[in-house]
């Protein structure tokens, strides 16, 4: 893993370096959405409990990619690269999911910061479509018939739409079931 994420490093320093390239949120972005995701997706595996010696490595790798995003001097403290940033410790990270997917997806009792979080004591996630889409009615799902009575006098309709990026617009001026005024744009 060390040397994958050495690779990713020097390749992101070779476009973004730390006075030229990519703007500083840019390589803050890089480090969050690629290095991080590919460090905390591989650690859940073995990092629960996190040794010492994981935690050092983790702090190493965290530490050359807060170098290139500061611009600060090697000789800055990582804990002060990391407050200075705003960026959580990655061993902290790693442990918090670690605790997360052995409670919510191994459905196993996982301890964090002396705090126990049992999977009994947690909902079950809820699955988005129950139904295939292909199989969906749209006729089921909204009803065409009048469902309401209209007022004595004059009644205004209005709809709104947005269509490949082209906004529309309607209303209608009823009165007694006849139309008397309608506009579309």
Same mark, same amino acid.
């Given at each position: 893993?060390?040397?994958?994420?050495?690779?990713?490093?020097?390749? !992101?320093?070779?476009?973004?370096?730390?006075?030229?390239?990519?703007?500083?949120?840019?390589?803050?972005?890089?480090?969050?959405?690629?290095?991080?995701?590919?460090?905390?997706?591989?650690?859940?595996?073995?990092?629960?409990?996190?040794?010492?010696?994981?935690?050092?490595?983790?702090?190493?790798?965290?530490?050359?990619?807060?170098?290139? !995003?500061?611009?600060?001097?090697?000789?800055?403290?990582?804990?002060?690269?990391?407050?200075?940033?705003?960026?959580?410790?990655?061993?902290?990270?790693?442990?918090?999911?670690?605790?997360?997917?052995?409670?919510?997806?191994?459905?196993?009792?996982?301890?964090?910061?002396?705090?126990?979080?049992?999977?009994?004591?947690?909902?079950d996630?809820?699955?988005?479509?129950?139904?295939?889409?292909?199989?969906?009615?749209?006729?089921?799902?909204?009803?065409l018939?009048?469902?309401?009575?209209?007022?004595?006098?004059?009644?205004?309709?209005?709809?709104?739409?947005?269509?490949?990026d082209?906004t529309?617009?309607?209303?209608?001026?009823?009165?007694?079931?006849?139309?008397?005024?309608?506009?579309?744009?």
């Amino acid at each position: 893993m060390k040397t994958k994420l050495t690779d990713l490093h020097q390749k !992101i320093t070779r476009i973004a370096g730390t006075n030229w390239g990519l703007n500083k949120d840019l390589r803050r972005r890089l480090y969050k959405t690629m290095a991080e995701r590919m460090i905390l997706h591989e650690a859940t595996a073995w990092s629960y409990p996190l040794s010492v010696r994981q935690s050092r490595l983790l702090n190493s790798i965290q530490r050359k990619f807060m170098l290139n !995003i500061t611009g600060a001097y090697s000789t800055t403290p990582t804990a002060a690269l990391q407050v200075i940033e705003g960026i959580i410790p990655l061993h902290i990270k790693t442990e918090q999911k670690a605790a997360y997917v052995r409670t919510a997806r191994l459905c196993k009792t996982s301890n964090y910061n002396n705090i126990n979080f049992n999977p009994n004591n947690y909902e079950d996630g809820t699955t988005f479509t129950k139904f295939h889409p292909a199989i969906f009615q749209l006729e089921d799902r909204i009803s065409l018939k009048k469902q309401f009575l209209p007022v004595p006098g004059l009644n205004m309709y209005t709809d709104g739409s947005k269509i490949e990026d082209k906004t529309g617009s309607a209303f209608c001026v009823m009165e007694e079931d006849t139309t008397k005024y309608e506009w579309m744009a």
